[in-house]
């Protein structure tokens, strides 16, 4: 028998494919990924596994409100999850990529050091 005033639930019911992932950013970024996000589909990737490939998807749903509790924006990505690598309740780590510069030239973080007049590469 189930009623309306029941507070627990009889049963949960979680999609597989395609799935969905939920993460935040600082409310700072807001700007950046609208912006972004208005030119094109945004690409996110999550890694499981630091020895297995990340899995793609995109990003579907950015939040309307900031979380003045930790002052994030909640956002939501889509991803096939054709193999079902990706679990209902899994924690993964998730990289929004908001553009891409070609040909940039990179620098290891650990080979800029801040000093007291600016920042310095070491080689």
Do not use: H
């Not at 309740?89 to 600016?118: C, H, K, M, W, Y």
């Amino acid at each position: 028998m189930v009623r309306a005033t029941d507070a627990s639930a009889l049963v949960v019911i979680n999609q597989v494919r395609p799935i969905y992932v939920n993460f935040a950013v600082p409310e700072q970024n807001l700007p950046e990924v609208r912006k972004y996000r208005a030119a094109g589909p945004l690409a996110v990737e999550t890694l499981t596994d630091p020895s297995a490939p990340p899995v793609r998807g995109q990003l579907i749903f950015v939040d309307n409100a900031v979380d003045s509790s930790t002052g994030t924006i909640r956002l939501r990505a889509q991803f096939d999850n054709a193999d079902a690598g990706l679990w209902p309740g899994q924690f993964v780590s998730v990289s929004l990529r908001l553009t891409e510069q070609v040909d940039a030239i990179i620098v290891p973080s650990p080979a800029v050091q801040n000093g007291p007049r600016a920042s310095t590469c070491m080689s």
